[in-house]
RNA sequence: GGAGCCUUAGCUCAAUUGGUUAGAGCGCCGCCCUGUCACGGCGGAGGUUGCGGGUUCGAGCCCCGUAGGCUCCGCCA
């Protein structure tokens, strides 16, 4: 599976993206191709590799490039001169120029040469149609070589596994058509939300990396301030307070692709510094922010995919999203969804079930359609997922020859089969896994476990699919047992909603629910947003409930705070990950790979060795000293 | 902080149950080759099997430890 990852022909829907067909490549630049033109027309070049065709046979040329790969039939030698627009066939005959041909024998993969010559059609039966520029070829009067290459520490037209080794080489790794593809489609998406939201009346608007650090939210990196020893400046999270504070005074409507930086542990979709599409706009509900957000994301894809993505998107609630598919970012692609059956065990005689409802929770259950034939690797790994995430076990039942196989079936009654089998549509060959527990555990194991047997069972339609949903109405607080304390779900200036208020007088703080919503993309959160508090008041009562003393307050807020006192319009807006966005258009599964320098899992960049030790005379100046490393 | 998987030539991989001198393809070096497009042919160099220890007559393979990579959990308002 992993081998054919970026074969094309195992996968003939994937994008050109998981192609390292330099051809692929191709087809995709011709898009660009005339601005290209008129670019490389100068001293080194006429044409890129991708410009010649049939018409212009006879034509004087002149190519730059790398050498991707040299066929030496020592007479007659083929050279692949590949640039980022493409290939073409550059043919050195001895008896043509012998001189040069000579020349042409040392040239190794990856050189840089320049060839000066005529464009001729190629021998009748060897044109290669798989090339847009396979009808003709070049014969070329003159070489230069621009630069040698030495041995490469790997192949760039074949997988390597090693991410270490080409994250070292990363300037190399590049060269690989998959980058130039996912760079380009991640510069066509920035350019489209810049394009969109600037004919929306949105204004880009920088703030400040130097930023301050505060409590609540990530980690943050730190920036000791040298003119001012002892402080520190904190690298932004995100844009959040500035934007906001770009609301009260009075812009409206301000869009950013803002750097971020959070100083957590890494993942395949997460690196220390990301790019946010970071949106905030005045007087507007969630219905404009949510039409905004559709609008630049079908802008999106069509500029990068040339798809049409389908809006207005779906909606769901927090509640019926977690309580049908457990989880707060459903991946609709496939169905297994989650089937409530309090009502059927209230008054069941099987313990489990039954104390579970007794102590307030729920029975919930998920059929996994003709997987009875589950293996115990599988049911022993499931099994380890329901207990990572709060299950005390796992409860399934196999439908294997008509009958009913699991140690719990015998304490149901009939007319609790009866109710199994409506509800869940069982039939032959079914495997029924079972949550008992309360409503975030139950919901959160069976969301788990029906992901995982989505991806063993390859439930996850192979065409592309674009589902694109609303999950609103989030709750706006969440507790925190490690800190006996309620934190924000959010963020703490996330406004309730207005019909909630109530509840937030009477201090029913689980109760209540945020004008928040999260965009997801089959099953992956790209965004997330909310309504924001403008009533000085409220946000002071909100920080109040989080546990920020008035005192506090003051001392990381106080701007923010009077700004509110200063006439602060009703605002809101959203960030979306650009990031992960470039990697699910892209259909990479990391975000590694839609990033020219990423780091690697530890945070270091293996290319340019950082971080890296500083010069005790930068420490002196800035008043550090280090710790000694306790052993 | 925790779990899983991985680490053999520059790269991608192989090596029966623990058994001779650790192999192949690509790349590299040399020679040959005039229509290829993953060009082809012949030859060659290239290895402390991540590192340390243990079991054994014998370890790439089994055990313990350790380092590194990736994936996940925690964490990421």
Redesign the pocket.
């Known amino acids: 599976m ?2 054919c990852k970026r074969n094309p022909a195992c996968h003939p829907e994937r994008s050109v993206a998981e192609s390292k067909d330099p051809v692929a490549l191709s087809r995709i630049s011709r898009r660009d191709s005339s601005t290209s033109l008129g670019m490389t027309r100068n001293m080194y070049r006429t044409h890129d590799c991708n410009s010649l065709r049939k018409g212009d046979i006879g034509q004087q040329v002149t190519l730059a490039g790398w050498v991707h ?1 040299s ?6 030698i ?1 050279i ?1 001169l590949r640039d980022h627009e493409g290939l073409t ?1 550059v ?1 050195f ?3 043509e120029n012998a001189e040069l041909a000579k020349q042409a024998h040392t040239l ?2 990856e050189d840089v040469i320049q060839v000066s010559g005529r464009v001729a059609p ?2 009748p ?4 149609p ?2 847009p520029t ?1 009808d003709i ?1 070049v014969i070329p009067s003159e070489l230069h070589i621009l630069n040698r290459a030495d ?5 760039i037209d ?8 080409r ?1 070292m080489y990363r300037y190399y790794d590049l060269r690989r058509p998959q980058f130039a593809h996912n760079l380009r489609v991640r510069h066509r998406i920035a350019k489209a939300t810049r394009d969109y939201l600037d004919s929306q009346g949105y204004v880009e608007v920088e703030t400040p990396i130097l930023s301050k650090s505060t409590p ?4 943050d990196f730190l920036v000791p301030s040298r003119l001012t020893p002892g402080k520190f400046y904190a690298l932004p ?2 844009p ?1 307070q500035y934007k906001q504070l770009l609301m009260v005074a009075g812009l409206e409507k301000y869009f950013q692709i803002a750097k971020c930086f ?1 100083d ?7 690196q220390p510094e990301f790019t946010q599409i970071d949106i905030e706009a005045s007087f507007v509900t969630p219905d404009d922010i949510f039409a905004v957000t559709e609008g630049m994301l079908a802008a999106i894809f069509k500029a990068a995919r040339n798809i049409d993505i389908k809006t207005p998107f779906d909606r769901l609630t927090y509640q019926e999203a977690v309580g049908r598919y457990g989880s707060d970012k459903p991946d609709r692609r496939f169905g297994m969804e989650l089937v409530d059956l309090g009502d059927d065990f209230r008054s069941s005689s099987f313990k489990v079930f039954r104390g579970a409802i007794d102590a307030g929770g729920v029975v919930k259950a998920i059929n996994a359609k003709g997987f009875a034939g589950i293996t115990i690797g599988q049911a022993d790994e499931l099994t380890e997922i329901a207990k ?1 995430f709060g299950a005390k076990g796992l409860a399934f039942i196999k439908v294997e020859n008509g009958e009913w196989k699991s140690p719990i079936v015998k304490f149901f009654s009939e007319a609790e089969k009866t109710a199994l089998q409506s509800k869940l549509e069982i039939e032959e060959g079914d495997c029924i896994f079972f949550g008992a527990d309360k409503w975030e555990i139950a919901c959160e194991v069976l969301g788990r476990l029906r992901l995982r047997i989505a991806e063993i069972q390859k439930l996850i339609p192979k065409s592309e699919i674009w589902d694109f949903l609303w999950v609103t109405d989030f709750p706006l607080f ?1 507790w925190s047992p ?1 800190e006996n304390k309620w ?6 200036f996330t406004r309730p909603k207005t019909e909630d208020i109530p509840l937030f007088e009477a201090k029913n703080f689980p109760e209540i629910r945020a004008e928040a919503y999260d965009v997801v993309l089959n099953g992956v959160e790209i965004g997330g947003g909310s309504i924001r508090i403008h009533e000085p008041e409220l946000q002071e009562k909100m920080f109040e409930t989080l546990g920020v003393s008035p005192e506090d307050q003051q001392l990381l807020f106080g701007h923010l705070l009077h700004a509110l006192h200063l006439g602060a319009p009703p605002h809101g807006g959203i960030a979306l990950g650009l990031d992960r966005l470039v990697m699910l258009v892209c259909g990479e ?2 975000i ?1 790979d839609v990033m020219a320098f990423p780091k ?3 945070g ?1 960049d293996l290319m340019a060795n950082s971080p890296a030790e500083v010069d005790s005379r930068q420490l002196r100046e800035l008043k550090l000293r280090l710790l000694e490393e306790k052993k």
């Open positions: 992993r081998t790969v066929r030496d039939h020592g007479g007659v083929f692949d066939q043919v005959r001895p008896e190794r993969s190629r021998v039966g060897t044109e290669n798989k090339l396979g070829e041995d490469l520490p790997f192949p074949a997988e390597v596994h090693n991410e270490d080794l994250m609540e939210g990530a980690r999270q995100a959040q959070r957590e542990d890494l993942r395949a979709d997460r990572l969440q490690e934190n924000a779900m959010h963020h703490p599964k990391s590694r690697n899992n530890r270091m």
